[in-house]
């Protein structure tokens, strides 16, 4: 029998619509939500990353303002025009497109975003904050596997959740949010010996390891949760994840598809992110 698919494309339409409802409340109160999309060189996958978040953004109403800058921009200019958005009223978010090319150090270009419109989640103070479970803006694919998970019906409590990968994008987080939910949380990864004896024990799989049709039907326990959060070409030239889907499915009791699954939640709960940093706009207007 085949695995249930977490259908992430329908399940981020829902939200999306949800949020375009926020969007008009917000615009009948004079105020459309603004997100500026900073894009550094011609890197041909983020091109389209970004031309995705910005067609998502019109589709419900919102503003996007694309920045486009040569790929020898001096770190100093990349960080002035950041800090001129920080101070700019009809911007609510701000999304830096990584990576950077090498003579950018990323670490200080996420610092330099101010707080209120870090809405990647990325700056050392969000990571603090999601850490201690604070309310801040969480990082968007991992905010968006919660919200797979959630909307398929899936309690995490009390659940074994083993995380192949251990990136801050997505592997330390994502483990963080689950464990917030009551799960056990294992982390492992590329140089995990004997990684299978690990992956098994998993009632949810979450891989984000990068590197395609990685995770076989050896490493999957009988009716586990995989969610598969890679992206990648196979031999011949095809999209696929890191779990080899048709040697998984049947394996595990639901899965998610390459692509379909956790890509479109990430776009997802970046409007969420944003729409969330405007009304917190309107919130602060109204104490003051």
Excluded: W
């Amino acid at each position: 029998m085949s695995s249930a698919i977490i259908n992430g494309k329908e399940i981020g339409q829902e939200i999306r619509k949800s949020v375009a409802q926020r969007v008009k409340k917000l615009k009948e109160q004079g105020l459309t939500p603004g997100l500026a999309v900073i894009l550094v060189g011609e890197n041909p996958a983020s091109k389209t990353y970004v031309a995705n978040k910005q067609k998502s953004c019109e589709a419900i109403g919102m503003f996007s303002e694309l920045i486009k800058l040569p790929e020898d921009i001096s770190e100093q200019t990349l960080l002035d025009r950041i800090r001129e958005l920080n101070t700019r009223k009809d911007i609510h978010g701000i999304l830096v497109q990584l990576p950077l090319p090498k003579h950018i150090d990323e670490d200080e270009v996420i610092a330099t975003i101010s707080d209120e419109k870090d809405v990647d989640g990325f700056s050392p103070v969000s990571v603090g904050k999601m850490m201690l479970g604070q309310e801040t803006y969480l990082p968007c694919t991992p905010f968006g596997v919660m919200k797979l998970l959630e909307h398929s019906n899936i309690d995490v409590a009390g659940k074994h959740a083993v995380i192949v990968g251990r990136s801050h994008i997505v592997g330390k987080p994502m483990g963080q949010l689950l464990l917030q939910k009551d799960a056990t949380v294992t982390y492992t990864h590329s140089k995990t010996p004997d990684l299978p004896s690990f992956t098994k024990q998993a009632d949810i799989l979450i891989v984000a390891v990068g590197r395609a049709k990685y995770i076989t039907a050896e490493h999957v326990k009988p009716g586990a949760v995989v969610i598969d959060v890679g992206m990648n070409r196979d031999e011949n030239n095809k999209l696929c994840g890191d779990v080899d889907f048709a040697n998984v499915d049947g394996v595990a009791s639901h899965i998610t598809p390459v692509p379909g699954g956790v890509g479109p939640m990430t776009i997802t709960m970046l409007l969420e992110n944003t729409v969330q940093a405007a009304e917190k706009t309107i919130a602060h207007d109204k104490i003051n």
